[in-house]
């Protein structure tokens, strides 16, 4: 069983940015896909971004690319998703998930573990 903290979201202004940590424990860490995914008021959940197991492929939602990268070091258990050039928009709830499959994918009900998320307010 993965156990997954999210830290780091917080409020920001326009143009800002935020490093979101997502910190796993209870299984082999570097044998999940990580992603990051959000959550918005009345809305779905929405994938971000993903990364493999290595950390050597990755792939991001249109709406962020360019803007946020995605990172994770095995060593200490942790994935990370960096957040420039914030916008409004951006404003949700986000959340780390784990899949043991070998493949970065994007699908939300694919993910076996999740954390409890973390709020990212961007004000204009």
């Known amino acids: 069983q993965v156990q997954l903290v999210e830290s780091g979201g917080g409020l920001v202004q326009a143009g800002g940015s935020l490093r979101l940590s997502c910190l796993a424990s209870?299984?082999?860490?570097?044998?999940?896909?990580m992603g990051w995914f959000r959550q918005a008021p009345g809305k779905e959940r929405e994938f971000v971004a993903v990364?493999?197991?290595?950390?050597?492929?990755?792939d991001y939602a249109d709406s962020v690319k360019g803007r946020f990268t995605i990172s994770r070091d095995n060593a200490k258990n942790t994935v990370f998703l960096q957040m420039n050039s914030l916008k409004p928009e951006d404003t949700a709830v986000y959340y780390c998930a784990a899949d043991s499959t070998t493949l970065i994918h994007r699908s939300t009900s694919a993910y076996e573990y999740w954390g409890q998320g973390t709020q990212v307010t961007v004000s204009s």
């Open positions: 209870g299984g082999t860490f570097s044998r999940y896909v």
């Open positions: 990364i493999s197991w290595s950390g050597g492929r990755s």
